[in-house]
Nanobody, 125 residues
Framework: QVQLVESGGGLVQAGGSLRLSCAAS????????VAWFRQTPGKEREFVAT????????VYADSVKGRFTISRDNARNTVYLQMNSLKPGDTAAYYC??????????????????WGQGTQVTVSS
């Protein structure tokens, strides 16, 4: 069992930056592929980025490629999402998720066993 807690969301102007953190407790975090998803009211949850257990493999959604960076520190049981050049379209609740089977990560939300409660990111124009 893994518990995930996101933090770092907030209100930022367009062009600004935020760093989200996903802190894990429970089983060793290094065993899991991890991803960030985002969701706005009335829309499907959208894949943002994923990272493998060893951090040597990452995948990004086209909409964030070149602006967002996913990373992890297994010693600290934490995954990060550095978000630069933020746009109003990035406004959403951001969720981290962990998968015990997809250790290289996955873009599919149904691959993930554990989810955090989400952190809100609002980008003003």
């Amino acid at each position: 069992q893994v518990q995930l807690v996101e933090s770092g969301g907030g209100l930022v102007q367009a062009g600004g930056s935020l760093r989200l953190s996903c802190a894990a407790s429970g089983r060793p975090f290094r065993d899991y592929g991890v991803a960030w998803f985002r969701q706005t009211p009335g829309k499907e949850r959208e894949f943002v980025a994923t990272i493998s257990w060893s951090a040597d493999f990452t995948v990004y959604a086209d909409s964030v490629k070149g602006r967002f960076t996913i990373s992890r520190d297994n010693a600290r049981n934490t995954v990060y999402l550095q978000m630069n050049s933020l746009k109003p379209g990035d406004t959403a609740a951001y969720y981290c998720a962990a998968s015990s089977s997809e250790t290289y990560g996955s873009t599919r939300s149904n691959s993930y066993d554990y989810w955090g409660q989400g952190t809100q990111v609002t980008v003003s124009s």
